[in-house]
T-cell receptor
Framework: AQSVAQPEDQVNVAEGNPLTVKCTYSVSGNPYLFWYVQYPNRGLQFLLKYITGDNLVKGSYGFEAEFNKSQTSFHLKKPSALVSDSALYFCAVRDRPGGYNKLIFGAGTRLAVHP | DTGVSQDPRHKITKRGQNVTFRCDPISEHNRLYWYRQTLGQGPEFLTYFQNEAQLEKSRLLSDRFSAERPKGSFSTLEIQRTEQGDSAMYLC????????????FGPGTRLLVL
């Protein structure tokens, strides 16, 4: 079965420092991977996705993610964190290839950026 | 593009009552998904529509839950005889019918069953 794991419940970083939010996946076939962000009492906002091609994917708000097939990872990164980046981040993988594209989500990582 | 909208945003009900939620997807999107998110967890898939056809349902969707998308546009999710365990955020998402499409989420309906 497809699955994702986010090993950190919370990540703390100082404003202006680089940030990394980790995600590992387990899939059969080629993975379709996604990152979403959720602000308090809000729905999920799409940040970026990896389907194929370059391993470094650039997305919204200066975020990027690196796909690493050998380590089965898809870590979210940003060179310089902002206090406004503080939110809940979810990694997701598309369910089985050829299926109806429902997403399987990780448990989420809370990012706290301190001034 | 007005995005995915959901109504109501919040619902408080007593155990045993029925509730209905509405989702209006992005207008040109023919795929619509419902997810449920409980506190401290990621969203979990409930059901999927392509146009008006309900093509997949999760085991999470007990017989107290029913979803419809009668004209392939908006969708409703009804919970009958609500239980306290139904308290959660109910999220709707929509996407285009391409194999690599991105799902765009609405703001969610937060349900509290007392």
């Amino acid at each position: 079965a497809q699955s994702v794991a986010q090993p950190e419940d919370q990540v703390n970083v100082a404003e202006g420092n680089p940030l990394t939010v980790k995600c590992t996946y387990s899939v059969s076939g080629n993975p379709y991977l996604f990152w979403y962000v959720q602000y308090p009492n809000r729905g999920l906002q799409f940040l970026l996705k990896y389907i194929t091609g370059d391993n470094l994917v650039k997305g919204s708000y200066g975020f990027e993610a690196e796909f690493n097939k050998s380590q089965t990872s898809f870590h979210l990164k940003k060179p310089s964190a902002l206090v406004s980046d503080s939110a809940l981040y979810f990694c997701a993988v598309r369910d089985r290839p050829g299926g109806y594209n429902k997403l399987i989500f990780g448990a989420g990582t809370r990012l706290a950026v301190h001034p | 593009d007005t995005g995915v909208s959901q109504d109501p945003r919040h619902k408080i009900t007593k155990r045993g009552q029925n509730v209905t939620f509405r989702c209006d997807p992005i207008s040109e999107h023919n795929r619509l998904y419902w997810y449920r998110q409980t506190l401290g967890q990621g969203p979990e898939f409930l059901t999927y529509f392509q146009n008006e056809a309900q093509l997949e349902k999760s085991r999470l969707l007990s017989d107290r839950f029913s979803a419809e998308r009668p004209k392939g546009s908006f969708s409703t999710l009804e919970i009958q005889r609500t239980e306290q365990g139904d308290s959660a955020m109910y999220l709707c998402a929509s996407s285009l019918g391409a194999p690599q499409e991105t799902q765009y989420f609405g703001p969610g309906t937060r349900l509290l069953v007392l």
